[in-house]
């Protein structure tokens, strides 16, 4: 464990970054610029000097010179030319270079590897400056906490400090939005930094108080952390609100802040605030002795005093004191800024009167120009470090403010004890080196093994040293320590080191946070990575004496031998003994040791060997020093290393015990036959191919290092196997007891070697099962071998001590077969748990027999309660195999459908009473069976309707195949049936598939052949009871909103909803809405009919098969319908006239407001519970609203009978996707609206007369004449048809266009009453006008039977009888 450079982070954008603060810096026109200059100029030298001083003429020779040499090449180091700060926090990046900066800020985003990386994208940039001239000096960002209760540690924004060569310090946030400026001082800034709260170590250390420092040349300005924490939010918050109402920013008062006056030192460079310090009685006598002599007064109690520590020259270091409580903060701004305010109101209203307006602006102007800036208050410094000829740079405080790191221009690096004032250490060859300081905390883990284990945690601290020059980064122990890290880095980084945390926290809001800051951090601006340096606590401690850093090393030595590749096995043997046994300290040898098992590449052999070694070492040292827990693992690991081998070697050997006949399986190969049928069909249908990886595959061997992780031995020398996964559980099944169930492991010694190893023959038992029935394809494949082989296997491991009890009594149900019967019972491989039980079964009864004979009752049958269960058990299983082989029948392509179900005794019996049907019903769903062919199955005809069917299918071997297929799915759902006769008798599967195809349509509404076999299955139930209660269930659950939402849409549009509004609305499509509509009429219906037949039969009483009789559950669906309450008929039947007239409206796209149809007390019973009795319309109605019934009913009539005569809508349905109806063209729509008619108050006659002019209208005479016969007044159809018959006529004399001469004559020949009669008809009225004359005469004659002969126009029948007997002689002429 050493030191390491860990990159968190990395920089996006950052040519975008470098192009855009030297995009104007190109030497072309840096050298134009320079030449214009030189010729627009004149020589004022004479002049100048005496008002620019040498310093400004520094800076700006300083900045020409840059401007020339930055753009000179890109690939230059422009970072170093940059002023870069980033937040503690790490998610904000701040360059900035003259007048420009760019902001970045964190952002995550997904790596190629797949994982998320933290990223800093630019988020803001452009031009910072105000001021003509002035550029940016120094930034620094600042994480601001958050106030929140729930916060963690996470800052709720960041401020951007900026400092400027004017004298400005201006305050930003993360998006460039200025928040506070203020001239401080009118010099430049030269540094900014922050401290913020540190929670004090040590009960005597001074808590500091948070702190913002601004260096000038002369003055140090310092603001107070809280003040300004509260200010910056005040400004944060005036902006956001100001930003939200559009209006103007008010500006804020100034900061309250001290200046210092720093006298007594020739040249500033840095600065260091160490914060508030007292001394101690014998360090204030000695100050007051010196500065005051023998006679000076000494205060009863020592001054708190603010340390400033500068560097630069002059002294080299000078150390300043500012006695707390001396200096009140400068608030004469606030009182200047009120003043003005007064001042200049007053002025304005005088000068109303006055007439002194004129020169306002000018003076705002120039106040605003020169803003006043307070004195400092001089500082006189106490001491310093005096070196004329070197000039610190540079000055890096630490986190416990007791050492700071100072660099100067002979490429120096001091370290200078604060508390002394003395240089305690220095080194060379490092010029223009960056600092930074690493504080590490104990790790719990080495604080165990500390000899002051009781005491807090310590701390070491670490100095950063960046060397440009080199390109190398150093880490050296404080205070006297080596260095114990370097890196080989590039000569363009920039170390960032911010030296504070969040602002605005105190030692009641830091309670319970975990500050998320990187201390120090490594900018490379060739890759953009941002890296940080992660150092163990345990290298402040690293000397020649220490054995724990030595200890580590060869840990770390160790871990690099098992990496290694290259090495063979007796060479990883060889290097690892001797490395193991040169550490020291037990917790890193056990260590090493773990890692060494734990290695994959290790073989067995060296695995032995090298702990073998290790163990005899300890053995050969004294007791005392000797650690337990080591020496128990280095046994416990060879004990069970050696059990792995052994089990090894009985794997590879063959088997040489004899295969002795056994009395208990004499009868195990009938059984075997009987259940070899439902085995067979099993196995075919679960051996379809599947897709698998080598490494799931059960023949992996099991590595040493997996085996030595499930298994864990115990001091008292007890082998317990600890159960993780059911995969790696499996695996070491596999490895022990796979050969003995395969007959190529002798069985009983692998027995003998798990026995004497201390394993519990209960784990043993439960490893045997698990593999047995995961091996099911294997088992499948030889199950007689298999069979025999597994039963010597449980014969050997129950003789085992602890496995049956020796106090069992035979009559009471025994633990160990209990666990038997308990894992077959869970197991969803139905094929291995029966035969599992069956040589169980056998086992069981053969130790009852012993055990009986024993007791002197060999000549009676043993019979007992787990002889019992285990009968009860088998039956159940095979029940089981039975079930799941039809389950898994595969489903047609292209049909819905999820994962096939896996059953077992206990999810069956979980499932309730209905578990079974429930799971046969989804099976059907899967199957796409029809609710025909289902109901045919049922009935036992399936086998003579195939024979029938392969009659006249003979025509390819596909059909052949499909038929095949058919006939055995129907055999094993026949089977099923037989097994479980109650739990699947037909009305109890009928409801199930309706209930499970009403679920799957309500998850698919637009399949509305879903809920059309949903109502198929329906009918199919012969119980009313049933019948009753699953339709209430459907309506009330499925049905009854989708129904109102429709009712409600077409009531609110008038008319047949397009697609749009179904789907906004109702859910389906319009299509979709007239199925729905047309199986809630059919259901309704059922509902109907169920409740009448319901008092003739008795209520169905529901049984279970006799094994199956202890299912606890979910009541089932059937238990469901009998419980539901019974419906009122009138509210039925009233819903069924509202379906079926949105039925119609649908169908035949009628304008109409279907609630309209009905009073208001038909309005409010709509939609309410059917159970319920509600107040139902009764009397005799409104005209207005028959008149309105009798018209939407003949609407339909209408478009039923251009629906049967229309070519476009005789396109047939395929069979499969059959809806409730057969559309507009079914024959039952006249009836349905003779019905409806008679129960909403209209004259059937009157439909029935408009369906015969209707039809004759349409040229359908047949079904006309058939019409005529159901209706009542024949005179007044009679004076009806007169008028379509003179329309025929007219049509063909008068207005076609292929008149015949004799039609001509016959006209002239026409008494003049009906020539007129016929010219005054309008054939347009007819949709069919061309009708043959044969049936215009049939019609005539009809029509005179019809009218008496009394009647007013009967001698007009007779006058175009004639003629049309005249017309159609002519016409055979």
Same mark, same amino acid.
């Given at each position: 464990?050493?030191?390491?450079?860990?990159?968190?982070?990395?920089?996006?954008?950052?040519?975008?970054?470098?192009?855009?603060?030297?995009?104007?810096?190109?030497?072309?026109?840096?050298?134009?610029?320079?030449?214009?200059?030189?010729?627009?100029?004149?020589?004022?030298?004479?002049?100048?000097?005496?008002?620019?001083?040498?310093?400004?003429?520094?800076?700006?020779?300083?900045?020409?010179?840059?401007?020339?040499?930055?753009?000179?090449?890109?690939?230059?180091?422009?970072?170093?030319?940059?002023?870069?700060?980033?937040?503690?926090?790490?998610?904000?990046?701040?360059?900035?270079?003259?007048?420009?900066?760019?902001?970045?800020?964190?952002?995550?985003?997904?790596?190629?590897?797949?994982?998320?990386?933290?990223?800093?994208?630019?988020?803001?940039?452009?031009?910072?400056?105000?001021?003509?001239?002035?550029?940016?000096?120094?930034?620094?960002?600042?994480?601001?906490?958050?106030?929140?209760?729930?916060?963690?540690?996470?800052?709720?924004?960041?401020?951007?400090?900026?400092?400027?060569?004017? =004298?400005?310090?201006?305050?930003?946030?993360?998006?460039?939005?200025?928040?506070?400026?203020?001239?401080?001082?009118?010099?430049?800034?030269?540094?900014?930094?922050?401290?913020?709260?540190?929670?004090?170590?040590?009960?005597?250390?001074?808590?500091?108080?948070?702190?913002?420092?601004?260096?000038?040349?002369?003055?140090?300005? $310092?603001?107070?952390?809280?003040?300004?924490?509260?200010?910056?939010?005040?400004?944060?918050?005036?902006?956001?609100?100001?930003?939200?109402?559009?209006?103007?920013?008010?500006?804020?008062?100034?900061?309250?802040?001290?200046?210092?006056?720093?006298?007594?030192?020739?040249?500033?460079?840095?600065?260091?605030?160490?914060?508030?310090?007292?001394?101690?009685?014998?360090?204030?006598?000695?100050?007051?002795?010196?500065? =005051?002599?023998?006679?000076?007064?000494?205060?009863?109690?020592?001054?708190?005093?603010?340390?400033?520590?500068?560097?630069?020259?002059?002294?080299?270091?000078?150390?300043?004191?500012?006695?707390?409580?001396?200096?009140?903060?400068?608030?004469?701004?606030?009182?200047?800024?009120?003043?003005?305010?007064?001042?200049?109101?007053?002025?304005?209203?005088?000068?109303?009167?006055? =007439?002194?307006?004129?020169?306002?602006?000018?003076?705002?102007?120039?106040?605003?120009?020169?803003?006043?800036?307070?004195?400092?208050?001089?500082?006189?410094?106490?001491?310093?470090?005096?070196?004329?000829?070197?000039?610190?740079?540079?000055?890096?405080?630490?986190?416990?403010?007791?050492?700071?790191?100072?660099?100067?221009?002979?490429?120096?690096?001091?370290?200078?004890?604060?508390?002394?004032?003395?240089?305690?250490?220095?080194?060379?060859?490092?010029?223009?080196?960056?600092?930074?300081?690493?504080?590490?905390?104990?790790?719990?883990?080495?604080?165990?093994?500390?000899?002051?284990?009781?005491?807090?945690?310590?701390?070491?601290?670490?100095?950063?040293?960046?060397?440009?020059?080199?390109?190398?980064?150093?880490?050296?122990?404080?205070?006297?320590?080596?260095?114990?890290?370097?890196?080989?880095?590039?000569?363009?980084?920039?170390?960032?080191?911010?030296?504070?945390?969040?602002?605005?926290?105190?030692?009641?809001?830091?309670?319970?946070?975990?500050?998320?800051?990187?201390?120090?951090?490594?900018?490379?601006?060739?890759?953009?990575?941002?890296?940080?340096?992660?150092?163990?606590?345990?290298?402040?401690?690293?000397?020649?004496?220490?054995?724990?850093?030595?200890?580590?090393?060869?840990?770390?030595?160790?871990?690099?031998?098992?990496?290694?590749?290259? /090495?063979?096995?007796?060479?990883?043997?060889?290097?690892?003994?001797?490395?193991?046994?040169?550490?020291?300290?037990?917790?890193?040898?056990?260590?090493?040791?773990?890692?060494?098992? %734990?290695?994959?590449?290790?073989?067995?052999?060296?695995?032995?060997?090298?702990?073998?070694?290790?163990?005899?070492?300890?053995?050969?040292?004294?007791?005392?020093?000797?650690?337990?827990?080591?020496?128990?693992?280095?046994?416990?690991?060879?004990?069970?290393?050696?059990?792995?081998?052994?089990?090894?070697?009985?794997?590879?050997?063959?088997?040489?015990?004899?295969?002795?006949?056994?009395?208990?399986?004499?009868?195990?190969?009938?059984?075997?036959?009987?259940?070899?049928?439902?085995?067979?069909?099993?196995?075919?249908?679960?051996?379809?191919?599947?897709?698998?990886?080598?490494?799931?595959?059960?023949?992996?061997?099991?590595?040493?290092?997996?085996?030595?992780?499930?298994?864990?031995?115990?001091?008292?020398?007890?082998?317990?196997?600890?159960?993780?996964?059911?995969?790696?559980?499996?695996?070491?099944?596999?490895?022990?007891?796979?050969?003995?169930?395969?007959?190529?492991?002798?069985?009983?010694?692998?027995?003998?070697?798990?026995?004497?190893?201390?394993?519990?023959? @209960?784990?043993?038992?439960?490893?045997?099962?698990?593999?047995?029935?995961?091996?099911?394809?294997?088992?499948?494949?030889?199950?007689?071998?298999?069979?025999?082989?597994?039963?010597?296997?449980?014969?050997?491991?129950?003789?085992?001590?602890?496995?049956?009890?020796? %106090?069992?009594?035979?009559?009471?149900?025994?633990?160990?077969?209990? @666990?038997?019967?308990? $894992?077959?019972?869970?197991?969803?491989?139905?094929?291995?748990?029966?035969?599992?039980?069956?040589?169980?079964?056998?086992?069981?009864?053969?130790?009852?027999?012993?055990?009986?004979?024993?007791?002197?009752?060999?000549?009676?049958?043993?019979?007992?309660?787990?002889?019992?269960?285990?009968?009860?058990?088998?039956?159940?299983?095979?029940?089981?195999?039975?079930?799941?082989?039809?389950?898994?029948?595969?489903?047609?392509?292209?049909?819905?459908?999820?994962?096939?179900?896996?059953?077992?005794?206990?999810?069956?019996?979980?499932?309730?009473?209905?578990?079974?049907?429930?799971?046969?019903?989804?099976?059907?769903?899967?199957?796409?069976?029809?609710?025909?062919?289902?109901?045919?199955?049922?009935?036992?005809?399936?086998?003579?309707?195939?024979?029938?069917?392969?009659?006249?299918?003979?025509?390819?071997?596909? $059909?052949?195949?499909?038929?095949?297929?058919?006939?055995?799915?129907?055999?094993?759902?026949?089977?099923?049936?037989?097994?479980?006769?109650?739990?699947?008798?037909?009305?109890?599967?009928?409801?199930?598939?309706?209930?499970?195809?009403?679920?799957?349509?309500?998850?698919?509404?637009?399949?509305?052949?879903?809920?059309?076999?949903?109502?198929?299955?329906?009918?199919?139930?012969?119980?009313?009871?049933?019948?009753?209660?699953?339709?209430?269930? /459907?309506?009330?659950?499925?049905?009854?909103?989708?129904?109102?939402?429709?009712?409600?849409?077409?009531?609110?549009? =008038?008319?047949?909803?397009?697609?749009?509004?179904?789907?906004?609305?109702?859910?389906?499509?319009?299509?979709?809405?007239?199925?729905?509509?047309?199986?809630?009429?059919?259901?309704?219906?059922?509902?109907?009919?169920?409740?009448?037949?319901?008092?003739?039969?008795?209520?169905?009483?529901?049984?279970?098969?006799?094994?199956?009789?202890?299912?606890?559950?979910?009541?089932?669906?059937?238990?469901?319908?009998?419980?539901?309450?019974?419906?009122?008929?009138?509210?039925?039947?009233?819903?069924?006239?509202?379906?079926?007239?949105?039925?119609?409206?649908?169908?035949?796209?009628?304008?109409?407001?279907?609630?309209?149809?009905?009073?208001?007390?038909?309005?409010?019973?709509?939609?309410?519970?059917?159970?319920?009795?509600?107040?139902?319309?009764?009397?005799?109605?409104?005209?207005?609203?028959?008149?309105?019934?009798?018209?939407?009913?003949?609407?339909?009539?209408?478009?039923?009978?251009?629906?049967?005569?229309?070519?476009?809508?005789?396109?047939?349905?395929?069979?499969?996707?059959?809806?409730?109806?057969?559309?507009?063209?079914?024959?039952?729509?006249?009836?349905?609206?003779?019905?409806?008619?008679?129960?909403?108050?209209?004259?059937?006659?009157?439909?029935?007369?408009?369906?015969?002019?209707?039809?004759?209208?349409?040229?359908?005479?047949?079904?006309?004449?058939?019409?005529?016969?159901?209706?009542?007044?024949?005179?007044?159809?009679?004076?009806?048809?007169?008028?379509?018959?003179? @329309?025929?006529?007219?049509?063909?004399?008068?207005?076609?266009?292929?008149?015949?001469?004799?039609? /001509?004559?016959?006209?002239?020949?026409?008494?003049?009453?009906?020539?007129?009669?016929?010219?005054?008809?309008?054939?347009?009225?007819?949709?069919?006008?061309?009708?043959?004359?044969?049936? $215009?005469?049939?019609?005539?004659?009809?029509?005179?039977?019809?009218?008496?002969?009394?009647?007013?126009?009967?001698?007009?029948?007779?006058?175009?009888?004639?003629?049309?007997?005249?017309?159609?002689?002519?016409?055979?002429?």
């Amino acid at each position: 464990m050493s030191c390491s450079l860990f990159e968190f982070c990395r920089l996006q954008e950052l040519k975008t970054v470098r192009d855009f603060l030297f995009q104007n810096q190109s030497k072309e026109s840096v050298e134009e610029k320079t030449q214009t200059e030189n010729e627009l100029s004149w020589d004022t030298s004479d002049w100048e000097s005496g008002w620019d001083n040498d310093e400004n003429k520094e800076e700006d020779s300083a900045s020409s010179t840059k401007a020339e040499e930055e753009p000179s090449g890109q690939n230059q180091p422009w970072l170093q030319d940059c002023v870069v700060s980033l937040s503690p926090c790490a998610d904000l990046l701040v360059v900035a270079r003259e007048q420009k900066a760019v902001f970045l800020s964190a952002k995550w985003r997904t790596g190629d590897s797949g994982k998320e990386e933290m990223t800093l994208a630019v988020t803001w940039s452009g031009h910072l400056s105000t001021e003509e001239g002035e550029r940016v000096s120094s930034v620094i960002a600042i994480p601001l906490a958050s106030q929140k209760r729930s916060s963690t540690g996470r800052p709720d924004w960041t401020c951007i400090v900026v400092g400027f060569t004017s =004298g400005y310090v201006r305050f930003y946030t993360e998006s460039g939005v200025l928040l506070l400026a203020q001239l401080l001082h009118v010099d430049p800034v030269l540094r900014l930094k922050c401290r913020t709260y540190e929670i004090p170590r040590h009960p005597g250390v001074t808590e500091q108080h948070e702190e913002l420092s601004i260096l000038y040349p002369a003055a140090l300005v $310092t603001i107070d952390g809280f003040s300004l924490f509260q200010s910056l939010r005040a400004c944060r918050n005036q902006v956001a609100r100001a930003a939200a109402a559009g209006s103007d920013v008010v500006p804020p008062p100034p900061l309250a802040y001290k200046k210092w006056g720093l006298q007594e030192m020739d040249t500033i460079m840095d600065h260091s605030s160490v914060g508030v310090m007292t001394l101690c009685v014998f360090d204030q006598m000695k100050n007051a002795s010196i500065l =005051g002599g023998f006679h000076a007064s000494v205060k009863g109690s020592p001054p708190a005093m603010s340390q400033f520590v500068t560097v630069g020259a002059g002294p080299y270091a000078g150390f300043y004191y500012a006695v707390e409580g001396n200096s009140q903060p400068l608030l004469s701004h606030v009182a200047l800024a009120v003043a003005s305010k007064l001042t200049s109101a007053l002025f304005n209203a005088a000068s109303g009167w006055l =007439g002194w307006n004129k020169s306002r602006n000018e003076e705002e102007a120039a106040q605003k120009q020169k803003p006043k800036v307070e004195p400092a208050t001089p500082l006189g410094i106490r001491f310093g470090l005096p070196d004329s000829r070197r000039h610190g740079e540079s000055i890096c405080l630490s986190p416990c403010n007791t050492l700071a790191g100072v660099t100067d221009d002979f490429g120096r690096v001091t370290l200078l004890d604060l508390a002394r004032g003395v240089a305690i250490r220095m080194w060379k060859g490092y010029r223009d080196a960056q600092l930074g300081w690493l504080q590490v905390q104990e790790e719990r883990g080495d604080r165990e093994f500390s000899p002051s284990a009781s005491l807090p945690r310590r701390h070491a601290l670490f100095l950063i040293i960046y060397a440009p020059r080199r390109g190398i980064l150093e880490v050296w122990a404080m205070q006297r320590g080596p260095r114990v890290g370097a890196f080989t880095v590039g000569k363009h980084c920039r170390l960032l080191y911010a030296g504070y945390h969040l602002m605005g926290v105190n030692s009641v809001t830091s309670q319970g946070w975990q500050l998320h800051t990187q201390q120090v951090c490594l900018l490379d601006p060739t890759t953009g990575a941002l890296r940080t340096i992660n150092i163990p606590f345990h290298l402040a401690l690293s000397d020649k004496k220490n054995e724990r850093a030595r200890d580590m090393h060869l840990l770390k030595k160790v871990s690099a031998i098992l990496k290694s590749r290259d /090495m063979d096995s007796d060479s990883l043997e060889r290097e690892t003994k001797s490395v193991l046994l040169e550490i020291k300290h037990p917790a890193v040898k056990k260590q090493a040791l773990e890692s060494l098992l %734990s290695n994959r590449n290790a073989p067995v052999s060296c695995l032995t060997n090298v702990t073998s070694a290790l163990h005899d070492a300890l053995k050969q040292q004294d007791s005392n020093e000797v650690e337990a827990s080591l020496l128990q693992l280095c046994s416990s690991q060879l004990k069970l290393l050696q059990l792995y081998s052994d089990i090894q070697q009985l794997q590879s050997a063959a088997d040489s015990e004899a295969c002795s006949a056994n009395d208990s399986l004499e009868g195990i190969e009938e059984e075997l036959s009987r259940v070899g049928p439902a085995l067979q069909r099993y196995a075919q249908l679960s051996s379809r191919p599947s897709v698998s990886f080598a490494q799931d595959s059960p023949d992996t061997p099991l590595s040493a290092q997996a085996f030595l992780t499930q298994l864990e031995c115990a001091e008292d020398g007890e082998v317990k196997v600890n159960r993780r996964s059911d995969a790696e559980w499996n695996q070491l099944g596999n490895f022990m007891f796979w050969g003995c169930l395969c007959g190529k492991s002798p069985t009983h010694k692998v027995c003998d070697t798990l026995q004497l190893a201390g394993i519990s023959p @209960q784990q043993l038992l439960s490893l045997v099962m698990s593999v047995w029935l995961q091996r099911e394809k294997e088992v499948l494949q030889k199950p007689v071998e298999t069979v025999r082989n597994l039963h010597s296997l449980l014969i050997a491991l129950s003789n085992m001590d602890g496995a049956v009890e020796e %106090s069992w009594d035979p009559q009471s149900v025994s633990p160990w077969w209990q @666990q038997v019967r308990f $894992t077959c019972i869970q197991s969803h491989n139905a094929a291995a748990a029966l035969l599992a039980a069956l040589v169980a079964h056998r086992a069981a009864k053969a130790s009852i027999t012993s055990r009986a004979d024993s007791k002197l009752q060999a000549e009676w049958e043993a019979v007992s309660l787990e002889l019992e269960q285990w009968v009860v058990c088998v039956r159940q299983l095979e029940d089981v195999l039975v079930l799941q082989a039809l389950l898994l029948v595969p489903s047609p392509q292209g049909t819905a459908g999820g994962a096939v179900v896996q059953c077992s005794i206990k999810t069956l019996q979980e499932g309730g009473r209905g578990g079974i049907a429930d799971s046969v019903s989804k099976w059907v769903f899967r199957q796409n069976m029809a609710p025909e062919r289902l109901k045919k199955i049922l009935q036992r005809k399936e086998t003579q309707d195939t024979g029938d069917q392969r009659k006249q299918k003979e025509d390819g071997e596909e $059909t052949e195949k499909c038929q095949e297929e058919a006939d055995r799915t129907a055999e094993l759902l026949l089977a099923v049936c037989q097994r479980f006769p109650d739990s699947l008798s037909p009305d109890l599967l009928f409801a199930n598939c309706c209930w499970e195809y009403v679920v799957q349509w309500n998850k698919d509404p637009e399949e509305g052949r879903y809920l059309f076999v949903a109502v198929e299955h329906l009918k199919s139930i012969t119980s009313p009871h049933i019948q009753l209660g699953i339709s209430t269930m /459907m309506w009330s659950t499925f049905i009854v909103k989708r129904f109102s939402a429709a009712a409600f849409l077409m009531e609110k549009v =008038g008319k047949a909803p397009k697609d749009r509004l179904c789907r906004r609305d109702v859910g389906i499509g319009d299509k979709a809405m007239t199925s729905f509509l047309g199986c809630c009429v059919q259901l309704l219906q059922i509902l109907m009919e169920a409740d009448s037949a319901m008092e003739e039969i008795p209520a169905p009483e529901l049984s279970v098969e006799e094994v199956w009789s202890g299912a606890e559950g979910p009541a089932s669906i059937v238990e469901l319908a009998l419980e539901q309450r019974g419906v009122h008929y009138p509210l039925v039947q009233h819903h069924w006239l509202l379906a079926s007239i949105l039925h119609a409206a649908m169908s035949f796209s009628i304008k109409v407001k279907p609630l309209s149809l009905f009073d208001s007390k038909g309005k409010n019973a709509f939609f309410r519970d059917l159970t319920t009795i509600q107040l139902m319309p009764s009397g005799d109605m409104d005209p207005g609203l028959v008149s309105l019934r009798q018209e939407f009913f003949l609407r339909v009539l209408t478009g039923w009978v251009q629906a049967i005569d229309d070519p476009s809508c005789s396109s047939p349905r395929p069979a499969s996707t059959s809806l409730p109806s057969d559309g507009p063209k079914a024959d039952w729509w006249p009836s349905l609206c003779m019905d409806l008619g008679s129960l909403l108050q209209v004259n059937p006659d009157i439909l029935r007369r408009h369906l015969v002019c209707e039809l004759y209208s349409q040229g359908l005479d047949l079904r006309a004449e058939e019409a005529i016969l159901q209706v009542e007044d024949k005179e007044v159809l009679g004076s009806h048809l007169l008028v379509l018959t003179g @329309q025929r006529l007219s049509y063909s004399l008068l207005h076609n266009q292929n008149q015949t001469q004799a039609a /001509m004559e016959l006209l002239a020949r026409l008494p003049p009453t009906l020539c007129t009669w016929l010219k005054a008809m309008d054939p347009s009225e007819l949709r069919c006008p061309l009708v043959s004359l044969p049936k $215009t005469t049939r019609l005539v004659s009809r029509l005179i039977e019809m009218l008496p002969e009394n009647h007013a126009q009967y001698s007009l029948a007779l006058h175009l009888l004639e003629a049309v007997d005249v017309l159609s002689l002519s016409t055979e002429d």
